[in-house]
């Protein structure tokens, strides 16, 4: 990957993992604020139902207060002393009560005119309506009406649906146990639903006077003790009869409406919690719920406040906040890549054009130059690669000259090998003349010879006796003359012959070889009681008899130039890999080294022949021989010391 | 054999990157997506057919309260996801404009609902609605026939019904037997008229009624004919109410001054004529009522203006039918069943019920007296 797309790739990255860490915290404030919203509900919801249950007991205590009113009790003694002094009261009132609840509703019987619009009755609305109406714009009550001991009328505010109270439950509670508070009533002739208060009414001796019972509209009930500042325009507060009859909505709703089967109702499982609902569109909504245990110790009263916000809402400003950190990201995403992407450029640019002036220079364009824009590490790796590219070139400079020299000198030597080589030509076709030569020459000069020393013989046979002494003389000088020429041509025609002799190269016994040389020179051993030492000779390639010539000649020249002492000679094989490096080494009188080059020369004599015979030509066989078998002879020699004669030959596998 | 080998590392490397750039751009395109998927919903178009020039343009603060509503909902997400589009039409208090703004508002919005203002409006663009099959919700509108034989006509609004109890209440205080009445010349002023007739039959109360046409500005002639009488009662606009009070004290009437609901106006209460008028007032008025404290805080702080009945009313309106339509679906036929099931509304004007079936959607008056300017309210059970 490039560097300019690693560079992007990783603001990307950082970016990613940034604003990752961003939506991670925004998350946990969202828990945090549903939460939150949560608690606030529960505490407004408990706030609801104490104040739902203060306004009932508000109202319980308006009428106990309203109780101690000198006119009611005036006008409750009064009905009450009209009804004592009746003959037969229960009939009078049963006559009364059936007469009343036969009236049809939209008329009205003299006693219904005369109990509604009693001064009583106007006083019923004026303190508990008309107050409530004018003040707060909402009824405190709906509906409100006094009966004496005797369980009957006396003021109303609405006409009721019978004059007899006293067989009502809560007449007989109030009486009974001072006051009464019923369960939720729907009244389909106002369609509200109401909650039925009643207080026993008592003299100031406490005897019984009478009961007053009210009607407390739920809706305008509850609606007064939640309204608070709502946090969310999308809250929404119910309050539900743990049987599911909903009671209020702080939205449009059909109160009095079963919701027991609703989902979220049926998520209502503790006596407080919270939990999130869909609706039928799919919003979310967020309620929270708290079950009172009976609003003033009242069982009937067990009812539900229910909170719900759209979760929505309560995360608004969270949402926005997303939303916000969104394009800023993407914004900050965008100006990133900007950025990285300069950044990659000003970075990757000089790199490519290092990268194209590496290969131009590898194209060979050494004076190519990197153009220095910034003075930052890139800058120094430029002036860098520059001064690289100078010194490259200087260096190529003289690489090159010293290679055009090598060249001519290679041409020349070329040159000079091809000279060698035809003077080599020239030197070995005259050598093989010369051998030629040597060898015709000396095998015509043999014949000659052979009559010439015959002849002398014959002479010295037939006429030796006859000759003069001088002339006897002569001739036996000529005899000997021509003998050791003989002599002589036979050394020079077994040296020509070692040199043009078919050799063979197969693997031989050295021992073999060096046996059939002391076999040869056994007289001379035994003659000068020489001792001969020799190590395990290996087997080698080579020719059997030139190696066997070689032999006898090294131990023959060995045992010619003795010294004082007792002759010994050691035949000494040093293995080293596939080559072994033969030895013949003596204690004679040695040899000074100016002369140790020319010992292998033909005919090159150190001493008198008189002193040491020979015609000395053996060592130049013995390089011969050697040279022949790829190796050269050396020799290491000083006067009084010995000589040790050294060549190498490949030991047979 | 390098050269090919450059030209497959190229090729890796061009597909790296347009895999690079294709990730980036779908996380640009996603996150862009999200943040404007948020308002992709159809929104739920409301027909509005306002008075906002002619004799009706003090309904302008009705429009205020729809706007404020629809805006508050819009807030929280609208109707189930759907923003509120309030399309305002003036009808220029005319039937011909009314009809005109009607035809326009179907032919080029097709609104869910429509909301009309004043009777005679209300009137003339309720065939059009019940022919185009969509609710019509009318407020301010009394006019009495206005629902007859009407299927997707609703009114929310007080009738003469609940215009008149509170005024004869104060009658019977005020022991009126000779009453003028002057009204507008239009169903709403006819009904409050032919309501007060009703309301005092078997009473000892000679009632002496005048019309007046909406356009006029000289009411001498009607002031003439309901001078002799013990207390005048003016059925119309604030505008016409305004002027026909300037009038009667021009003249030295000395007789109670009452006047329809529409004397609450807040700018009309400002006129000296109306000091000592009793009327019918609505409770937003009421300084200790509280459903409404937050509502005119609220709407003082965006409009600069004190709250009136108008103004809660156009926002009650938004508000009820967004809530009716929460969770349901959003067609003409669903608020049309939904504004018929019955339910209670706890509206900026009192607790509202309506009953199953019932198309009116009505809050209560109380009898009040303007004094300096402010709306004092009296006993109900006088």
């Known amino acids: 990957m490039r560097i300019r797309y690693k560079i992007l790739t990783g603001y990307a990255l950082i970016m990613l993992l940034f604003f990752a860490m961003i939506f991670l915290s925004l998350e946990q404030g969202k828990r945090s604020l549903l939460t939150s919203a949560t608690q606030n509900s529960a505490m407004i919801a408990d706030s609801i139902l104490m104040k739902t249950a203060h306004n009932i007991q508000k109202r319980l205590d308006e009428f106990s207060w309203y109780g101690l009113d000198s006119d009611l009790q005036q006008a409750l003694l009064v009905s009450n002393t009209h009804f004592a002094a009746l003959a037969d009261h229960d009939r009078y009132i049963a006559e009364r009560d059936e007469e009343w609840r036969q009236t049809p509703l939209q008329t009205s019987t003299p006693l219904m005119t005369e109990i509604t619009t009693s001064a009583l009755s106007h006083d019923l609305r004026r303190k508990f309506f008309t107050f409530f109406e004018l003040n707060y714009g909402y009824l405190g009550f709906s509906e409100i009406f006094v009966t004496n001991s005797y369980g009957v009328n006396i003021a109303q505010t609405n006409r009721t649906s019978d004059y007899l109270q006293a067989d009502e ?485 | 054999m390098l050269a090919k080998l450059f030209r497959s590392s190229t090729k890796k490397k061009t597909v790296t990157f347009r895999v690079v750039n294709c990730v980036t751009s779908l996380v640009l395109m996603m996150a862009i997506f999200s943040v404007s998927c948020s308002s992709q919903k159809e929104p739920v178009k409301i027909g509005a057919i306002l008075s906002l020039t002619g004799p009706g343009f003090y309904l302008q603060e009705f429009r205020n309260g729809m706007e404020m509503a629809a805006d508050d909902i819009n807030r929280t997400g609208g109707i189930n996801g759907h923003k509120i589009e309030l399309i305002v039409e003036d009808s220029k208090t005319t039937p011909e404009g009314g009809k005109a703004a009607f035809q326009k508002l179907e032919k080029e919005h097709n609104p869910l609902f429509y909301v009309v203002n004043m009777s005679s409006i209300a009137m003339a663009t309720r065939d059009m609605a019940e022919e185009a099959k969509v609710p019509l919700i009318a407020a301010p509108t009394a006019a009495k026939n206005l629902l007859s034989g009407k299927e997707w006509i609703f009114r929310y609004w007080v009738t003469a019904q609940d215009e008149t109890p509170p005024i004869t209440n104060i009658l019977n205080k005020l022991n009126v037997n000779r009453l003028g009445v002057i009204y507008l010349d239009d169903p709403y002023g006819k009904s409050l008229f032919q309501q007060l007739e009703e309301d005092s039959s078997g009473k000892n109360r000679s009632i002496i009624g005048v019309s007046f046409p909406s356009n006029t500005k000289d009411f001498e002639t009607q002031i003439k004919e309901v001078q002799e009488t013990d207390a005048i009662y003016i059925g119309g606009f604030a505008s016409h109410i305004s002027m026909i009070l300037t009038q009667i004290r021009a003249t030295g009437y000395s007789g109670h001054l009452l006047a329809t609901s529409g004397a609450a106006d807040t700018s009309a209460r400002k006129n000296p004529a109306f000091e000592g008028v009793y009327l019918a007032s609505p409770m937003i008025y009421n300084q200790a009522y509280p459903y409404t404290k937050e509502l005119s805080e609220k709407y003082t702080s965006a409009y600069h203006l004190p709250l009136s009945h108008y103004a809660a009313t ?69």
């Not at chain 1, 509209?217 to 939640?226: D, F, G, K, M, Y």
Request: charge should be negative; charged fraction near 25%; hydrophobic fraction near 40%.
């Open chain 1, 169 to 653: 439950e809560w007449w007989q509670r109030a009486r009974k146990d001072g006051q009464y508070l019923g369960g939720v009533e729907y009244d389909e002739s106002s369609g509200i639903q109401g909650l039925t208060i009643a207080v026993r009414l008592d003299d100031h001796n406490g005897d019984f006077l009478g009961v007053i019972k009210g009607v407390l509209p739920l809706q305008s009930l509850i609606r007064t003790a939640e309204i608070v500042t709502r946090e969310y325009q999308t809250t929404e507060i119910q309050m539900i009869t743990d049987a599911g009859i909903l009671l209020y909505s702080s939205k449009v709703a059909q109160l009095g409406k079963n919701i027991a089967a609703e989902p979220y109702f049926l998520k209502i499982k503790e006596d407080s919690g919270y939990f999130i609902d869909q609706n039928s569109s799919g919003r979310s909504r967020l309620f929270t719920y708290i079950r009172s245990e009976g609003l003033l110790n009242s069982k009937q009263l067990n009812w539900i406040v229910m909170i719900s916000h759209d979760p929505e809402e309560i995360l608004t400003h969270s949402i926005l906040f997303e939303k916000k950190i969104l394009l800023g990201g993407i914004a900050a995403i965008l100006l990133a890549t900007i950025i990285a992407f300069y950044t990659a450029r000003i970075i990757a640019n000089p790199l490519t054009r290092l990268k194209q002036a590496a290969a131009s220079i590898a194209n060979g364009n050494l004076e190519c130059q990197i153009k220095q824009a910034s003075r930052d590490e890139i800058g120094d790796l430029a002036q860098t690669f520059n001064d690289m590219a100078v010194s490259l070139s200087e260096s190529y400079q003289k690489m090159h000259l010293e290679i055009e020299e090598r060249k001519k000198a290679e041409t020349a030597l070329a040159v000079h090998a091809q000279e060698l080589a035809v003077i080599g030509d020239d030197l070995a076709r005259r050598n093989s003349e010369l051998d030629e030569f040597t060898y015709v020459a000396s095998h015509d000069l043999q014949e000659p010879l052979r009559k010439l020393t015959s002849f002398s013989g014959l002479l010295v046979k037939d006429a030796g006796d006859a000759l003069p002494e001088n002339a006897r003389k002569d001739l036996n000088f000529i005899i000997d003359a021509a003998t050791r020429m003989q002599a002589l041509i036979q050394d020079l025609l077994a040296l020509s012959r070692s040199g043009r002799k078919e050799m063979t190269n197969l693997p031989i016994s050295l021992d073999l070889c060096v046996d059939d040389a002391l076999y040869a020179l056994a007289v001379r051993i035994e003659e000068i009681d020489a001792v001969i030492r020799r190590d395990s000779l290996p087997q080698v390639i080579g020719d059997k008899t030139m190696l066997t010539q070689l032999y006898q000649n090294l131990i023959g020249n060995a045992l010619k130039f003795t010294g004082e002492q007792r002759p010994l000679i050691h035949l000494s094989a040093e293995i080293h890999g596939e080559k072994v490096v033969l030895g013949v080494r003596d204690n004679g009188i040695g040899i000074k080294a100016e002369y140790c080059d020319r010992i292998f020369l033909p005919f090159k004599r150190l001493h008198g022949m008189a002193e040491y015979p020979g015609s000395g030509i053996g060592l130049a066989i013995c390089r011969k021989v050697v040279e022949r078998h790829g190796s050269e002879i050396l020799v290491e020699s000083e006067p009084g010391q010995g000589t040790l004669f050294s060549f190498t030959l490949t030991r047979a596998s």
């Open chain 2, 314 to 382: 156009g926002y009650d309106i938004v508000k009820l039918v967004a809530g009716l339509l929460s969770g349901q679906e959003l067609s003409r036929e669903n608020v049309k069943k939904l504004l018929e099931q019955g339910y209670n509304f706890p509206g900026s004007m009192g607790d509202i019920r309506v009953v199953p079936g019932s198309h009116e959607i009505n809050f209560q008056l109380y009898p009040a007296q303007i004094r300096q300017e402010k709306i004092h309210f009296l006993s109900n059970t006088l």
